[in-house]
């Protein structure tokens, strides 16, 4: 099996490197909601989203991402750390973005299913907005090595995050 697995030069997968950013809160070995930290661990690929107007699904497991789809991000309800749909009060992040940021989305199960309040939700590897720009705790990568790797991953590969 082939995990990803991050240095402090990218993330290495099948062979490759791959440059990425991290969180802007560094590597943390207690992640809290809001700190922008990436989460020290072995966090498992559970699912992957994709946008089905601006791409072809890279994997028959990926699901596309609908106009009504979020991620709860507020600690203190019942959804918190999973996907939601609008209308949904509490706080959130919206998975159909503007941009492309969330064009193609692999969810981990950093604090997932069941998820412990407070200790942070949406912890996902996406396309970053510029090279060297930081995440709010998520792992990003330029758009064409995030599909090269979506094409080769599957539901369980990990994602080993150690303290550096």
């Not at 990218?10 to 990425?20: E, I, K, L, S, W």
């Not at 601006?54 to 996907?83: C, E, F, H, K, V």
């Not at 912890?123 to 709010?136: A, C, D, N, V």
Request: charged letters at 20%; glycine letters at 10%.
């Amino acid at each position: 099996m082939n995990d990803l697995i991050l240095t402090p030069t990218g993330v290495r997968f099948a062979g490759r490197r791959f440059p990425c950013t991290i969180g802007k809160g560094g590597i943390s070995v207690l992640k809290q909601e809001g700190d922008g930290a990436t989460p020290v661990g072995t966090h498992r690929i559970v699912g992957m989203f994709y946008r089905p107007d601006r791409m072809t699904a890279p994997q028959p497991w990926a699901r596309p991402i609908g106009i009504n789809d979020l991620w709860s991000d507020a600690s203190d309800d019942p959804q918190y750390n999973n996907l939601v749909r609008a209308p949904y009060g509490p706080s959130h992040e919206c998975l159909r973005r503007a941009d492309p940021l969330y064009d193609l989305v692999f969810i981990t199960d950093w604090n997932w299913p069941n998820a412990t309040a407070g200790k942070g939700s949406a912890i996902f590897l996406h396309q970053y907005r510029r090279k060297g720009y930081p995440t709010e705790g998520c792992i990003a990568f330029r758009r064409d090595h995030l599909r090269w790797i979506a094409e080769r991953i599957s539901i369980g590969t990990r994602v080993i995050v150690p303290s550096f």
